[in-house]
């Protein structure tokens, strides 16, 4: 028999999201996180750019100017109530991290120090707009570092490494969870009034990609196995500017600073896809852009990456040749020192994997897989939502990456994502805090893990003809090439009837590892089982919608169509299909109009 | 404007305990030896050991310039030794380099002794090991 | 469940340290030896007699000289390195660069050390 | 290229003792990471092989072991760098509970004990801004807000070996975080913590801590700046 263990609210996932919920639910009901990895070594950390609020310590902003770039940057299809709360809510999480002792970079006056990120405007002028609150270059880890020092000053009960593997629903009703205890192999169920999702991403479906290992949609994955739906899960953010191969990012700055993409050719490129911009163009663009050039034959010896080039000599020339001045009306140089001191990550990343000096070489870079847009449905404060009138599902909650609120639409704007977390893991923490107060217990069954049990059952009793690690490499590759950057019918077919297969092959992989202590090789391959789920669901939901916007590019549909699909799209997954409904978008203040930067 | 963080903290909400007031004497006692060994080797070499050296000898003088190592020594003229000068500086030696030693055994065993009985054991010995090693060599120093 | 530590001291000495690790395992055997010998030293003369004399002829043997100038100018040279770096914390990025320094002075000291005393040693 | 792996294996379900497995890696790219190659064993040769892992670009803590004698992080370390006989080994000082994977326990208690965590009576500016910091004020503890917690660093310290009762870099890292934040105001309740005898006193600069720190951090310094201030009182 299992442990079992009562809590009022449980957290899955120690993440920015989780970590947020879990400080605020404790606050007013008995909380637990548990959490796959140590908490700290949650991906928020990998985030560099910033948080965006608009602070104004630089230069007048306001929330409204941050509420409409972000909903322009959704390609319209955020929902605006949502959107408005976030960027109004922005400027209270931001001064309360600062409160709870987060060291962000100061201004000469000693206030939090803000930096210009890509799509932030001033509404007035259409000027980049310094909004993105920033702790050098590694904003997400601070908040990521912070919080967790906050829930252990505020005694916030933790289970490290414990994953979790079942929902368990009870009249309706979230019930708890059941999770498996790595050190020992111990199912525990947890046994609880409220239970709120923040698991992260779902990235690693994707053969390059920004996110860790552990991005493999396992919220979203188990609460689609129980009969819940998926919203709006073709939208994948593709970052143009990854490390070749390995999809480590490299921040937009460096293209800030002057550095362009060129081509096998040697040929610059963007000025063909983005004339005025080039290649400060928003990330949809630039990815597609840099596709094409590969798909034409264009990569490097054939390849499929392209370099950037930071070179101070061909910034300098380029920046001479777009007439690029500097504020006071000079022309706009750079030095290698320069280059340096502004971009050390990036310069240490391009050392450390590629070997490469990125001041006197080329850097090869590849469009990588970067964010989840899409996820688990919920209203603004966090709440699942179950069908397109809104119905919430009592007792379970969501946040972070993981859900769809939806306020990035088709395509998030940069440093929306860190706000995204503590702004909705709050409130998450707060309802369901709020909710475990007034609700009752429900009884748990008595083989509550059953569930659980035999998942891993099948994983241990397979005929061991299939090996997990090929599926999952031919997951990746298939989705993408052919659900990645731009997509058509015949790929997306193609791969559908791939991931199918590979499910079907994933019924015989047999894990070797019988033991209990530490068996990740089951884990792993239980982690498969959910990107399989989710691969599906996400080329389906891309079948589906036939028209482009933001990260969502069909080849055969390359108009947005704003008449058929100004619409959410809602997956459930039952019986091996998956059944598409619609939500209506919601639209307050600013009607859709064509997006130009 | 908040508070102002105190530049310096008090003495005793710094952290000072004895084993960090051990750590600063540890360095202080260093630099001592070296001024005190120093001055040994420079007395040594104006009271006429130029052409005597030895590096035995050296060590000697520079340790401890009491009168039976001086007398081990080439040195031609032991009287000026035995003058209450030299024998403080050889019982200065002696008492800064004693703690400094004990403590350092202290130090290497604080690494392996962890339970807080096995601790209060090492501290115990090394105080009747530094005052017993102190008050033999004073008594060598002086009395001899 | 599970391995013990798994820190024998074989293991330890098999950890790719660098300078500054050699040097605070060195600074501990001359510490070390020194304490040792002194204290004996001061007992040894202390009660005299033969026990004295065996000591004393312990002392006289080149290899332990050799061994004693060791602790004696490594602990010295390395202990002046350790307390300047200690009392400027500024300076102890430059640590690597400092043991350079430090082995510039000792190893050409201890080499002229150990040239007196064999060369003593065989010349009678 | 080919690649000849060396890894500590330890079944805590089978084996009483560990040993060493080699595998030999044919069509590894010399900027293979070590962590791609443990994978690429784990897939191919043998399932059973377990370490940690996460973000896969150095930046989570996830996987620091023991690569060729040396503390570092599996996934910062390329074949290129360290040539193609590789041995691994868990990190020392903590119990190997399985493979590469140690009981990282008595390292977070380590952590927990110097407080990380803000602290601060002082009440919030009235408009409910930010604190005021200069810059060179939040420059001051900069390097130390940096650690990933990934345990090279204590596990590399020889103090540590001799026993783990000893708080460790790491910890010491933290404080030092919090210390000489102009904001903080526990200054004092951390240093009488860190002071104690199983701290900073233990600390004999073997340095071995900042040469394995993979985010570069001048741990040595920031010890011996909480020691100073042990000792003079200065917290700025
Ligand atoms: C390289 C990179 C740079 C980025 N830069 C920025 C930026 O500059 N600005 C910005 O706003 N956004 C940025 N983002 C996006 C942003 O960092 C992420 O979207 C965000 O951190 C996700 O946080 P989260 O709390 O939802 O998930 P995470 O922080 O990933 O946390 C997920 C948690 O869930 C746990 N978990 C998962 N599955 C289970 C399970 N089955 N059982 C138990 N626990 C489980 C994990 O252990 C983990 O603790 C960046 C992302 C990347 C990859
Ligand atoms: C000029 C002479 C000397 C100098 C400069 C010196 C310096 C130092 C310093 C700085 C330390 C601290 C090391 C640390 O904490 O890491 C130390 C430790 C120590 N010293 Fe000395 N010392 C000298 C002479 C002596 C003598 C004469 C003895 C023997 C009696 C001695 C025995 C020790 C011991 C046993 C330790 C502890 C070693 C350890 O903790 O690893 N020292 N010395
Ligand atoms: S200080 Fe460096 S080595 Fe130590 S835990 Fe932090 S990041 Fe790792
Ligand atoms: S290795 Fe250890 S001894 Fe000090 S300098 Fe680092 S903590
Ligand atoms: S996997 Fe994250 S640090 Fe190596």
């Known amino acids: 028999m299992a442990k079992v263990h009562q809590f009022d609210v449980i957290v899955v996932g120690a993440g920015g999201a989780g970590l947020m919920a879990g400080l605020y639910a404790s606050r007013g009901a008995k909380t637990a996180v548990i959490s796959k990895l140590y908490p700290t070594r949650s991906h928020t950390g990998a985030a560099q750019g910033g948080i965006s609020a608009a602070l104004g310590n630089y230069e007048e ?194 293209r800030g600073e002057g550095g362009v993409l060129i081509n096998g050719k040697g040929e610059r490129f963007m000025p063909k896809y983005a004339p005025t911009v080039k290649d400060l163009a928003s990330r949809d663009v630039v990815s597609r852009a840099i596709y094409t050039e590969i798909r034409a034959g264009n990569g490097v010896d054939g390849k499929n990456y392209v370099w950037l080039d930071a070179r101070p000599e061909t910034i300098n020339k380029f920046a001479a040749l777009d007439g690029r001045l500097n504020p006071d009306g000079t022309p706009y140089t750079i030095t290698g020192e320069q280059v340096l001191q502004k971009l050390p990550d990036i310069i240490d990343f391009c050392r450390v994997y590629l070997g ?165 090789e089951l884990l792993n391959a239980w982690e498969l089982g959910n990107m399989l789920e989710i691969a599906e669901v996400v080329a389906e939901c891309a079948l589906n919608r036939q028209e482009s916007r933001g990260g969502h590019s069909r080849e055969d549909f390359p108009e947005r169509d704003d008449e058929n699909w100004l619409k959410h799209t809602l997956a459930w997954h039952t019986g091996g299909k998956t059944r598409v409904e619609y939500k209506p978008v919601t639209i307050t203040k600013y009607q859709p109009k064509k997006r130009v930067y | 404007m908040e508070k102002a963080k105190p530049k310096v903290l008090p003495l005793n909400k710094r952290g000072m305990n004895f084993e960090m007031f051990m750590w600063i004497i540890t360095r202080l006692t260093a630099l001592a030896m070296y001024g005190l060994i120093l001055t040994a080797i420079v007395g040594a070499l104006i009271m006429g050991a130029r052409n005597q050296m030895n590096l035995a000898d050296v060590l000697r003088w520079g340790f401890m310039p009491n009168n039976p190592h001086v007398l081990n020594t080439d040195v031609p003229d032991l009287a000026p030794w035995s003058t209450p000068f030299w024998r403080t500086v050889a019982s200065l030696l002696l008492l800064v380099a004693t703690a400094h030693g004990v403590h350092g055994l202290v130090a290497i065993a604080d690494d392996y002794i962890v339970t807080p009985r096995g601790r209060r054991i090492v501290r115990v010995l090394s105080i009747i090991m530094m005052i017993s090693m102190s008050l033999i060599g004073l008594y060598v120093i002086w009395i001899s | 469940m599970g391995l013990t530590r798994n820190v024998s001291l074989a293991t330890a000495l098999r950890y790719k340290g660098q300078g500054p690790m050699w040097a605070y395992i060195l600074h501990r055997v001359g510490g070390l030896g020194m304490a040792t010998f002194i204290t004996i030293h001061i007992l040894a003369s202390f009660i005299g007699g033969n026990v004295g004399g065996f000591f004393n002829d312990v002392y006289q043997n080149w290899a332990f000289q050799v061994f004693i100038f060791f602790c004696v100018l490594f602990h010295a040279i390395n202990g002046l390195r350790i307390t300047i770096l200690d009392l400027f914390p500024k300076l102890i990025p430059h640590l690597r660069e400092a043991i350079w320094v430090e082995m510039a002075v000792f190893v050409p000291l201890y080499l002229l050390t150990v040239y007196v005393i064999v060369s003593t040693a065989l010349g009678g | 290229m080919k690649v000849t792996i060396k890894i500590f294996r330890y079944n805590p379900e089978q084996d009483k003792k560990f040993h060493y497995e080699t595998y030999v890696v044919e069509n590894a790219h010399e900027t293979d990471r070590v962590l791609d190659l443990l994978e690429h064993v784990k897939g191919y040769n043998d399932g059973t092989l377990s370490f940690r892992r996460s973000c896969a670009h150095g930046v989570c803590g996830s996987d620091a072991m023991r690569i060729n004698g040396h503390n570092m992080l599996a996934c910062k370390t390329l074949v290129r760098d360290i040539g193609d006989q590789i041995t691994v080994e868990p990190i020392m000082g903590l119990k190997v509970v399985k493979d590469l994977i140690v009981d990282m326990e008595p390292f977070f208690d380590n952590y927990k004990k110097v407080l990380p965590w803000f602290i601060s009576d002082a009440p919030t500016p009235a408009d409910g801004r930010e604190r005021l910091q200069s810059p060179e004020q939040r420059a001051r503890f900069d390097e130390s807000t940096k650690c990933i917690l990934c345990a090279a660093c204590t596990t590399s310290c020889p103090s540590f070996w001799a026993s783990d009762d000893y708080l460790g870099p790491a910890a010491f890292v933290a404080a030092h975080r919090f210390v000489f934040d102009s904001r903080d105001q526990a200054a004092s309740e951390r240093l009488e913590i860190v002071a104690e005898t199983n701290g900073l006193a233990r600390c004999h600069t073997a340095f071995n801590c900042t040469m394995a720190c993979p985010r570069e951090i001048q741990i040595t310094q920031a010890i011996g700046e909480l020691k100073m201030a042990t000792v003079t009182g200065r917290v700025e």
């Open chain 1, 61 to 254: 902003d306001k929330p409204e100017w941050h509420t409409y770039d972000t909903v322009k940057g959704s390609d319209y299809l955020g929902d605006q109530d949502a959107i408005e709360f976030m960027c109004n809510e922005a400027i209270e999480a931001v001064l309360e991290l600062e409160h709870m002792g987060l060291p962000f970079d100061r201004t000469p006056q000693g206030k939090i120090s803000q930096r210009p990120f890509g799509g932030h405007t001033n509404n007035e002028t259409g000027k980049p707009v310094r909004r993105a609150a920033h702790a050098a270059d590694r904003t997400g880890h601070m908040i990521l570092q912070t919080l967790y020092q906050q829930c252990l000053k505020n005694k916030v009960n933790f289970f490290d490494e414990y994953q979790v593997l079942d929902f368990l629903i009870v009249n309706g009703r979230a019930a708890g969870v059941v999770a498996i205890e790595l050190a020992t192999g111990e199912l525990h169920t947890f046994h609880a009034k409220a239970v709120i999702f923040a698991t992260g991403g779902h990235g690693r479906i994707f053969e390059v990609t920004s996110n860790a290992y552990v991005y493999t949609g396992d919220g979203a994955a188990i609460l689609l196995r129980h009969g819940l739906p998926l919203e709006d899960m073709e939208f994948f953010q593709f970052h143009p500017t990854g490390i070749y191969k390995l999809g480590i990012l490299i921040t937009e700055g460096v």
């Open chain 1, 356 to 520: 490469v000096d990125p001041i006197t070489q080329m850097m090869p870079i590849q469009p990588t897989a970067h964010y989840t847009m899409g996820g688990i449905p919920t209203n603004k404060f966090g709440e699942v939502v179950i069908d397109d009138r809104n119905t919430v599902f009592p007792g379970l909650y969501a946040a972070g990456e993981c859900a769809c609120v939806s306020v990035h639409g088709a395509n998030r704007l940069g440093t929306n994502s860190l706000l995204d977390l503590v702004v909705f893991g709050k409130h998450a923490g707060l309802k369901a805090a709020e909710y475990a107060k007034n609700a009752d217990w429900q009884n748990l069954p008595g083989d509550a893990d059953a569930g659980a049990r035999s998942a891993l059952d099948a994983l241990r009793n397979g005929s061991g003809k299939e090996n997990a690690f090929d599926i999952t490499v031919e997951m990746k590759k298939v989705m993408f090439e052919d659900v990645g950057i731009y997509r058509n019918e015949k790929g997306m077919r193609a791969a559908i009837e791939k991931v199918r297969e590979l499910k079907e092959r994933f019924k015989h992989v047999r894990v070797a590892d019988t033991g209990r202590i530490f068996n990740t």
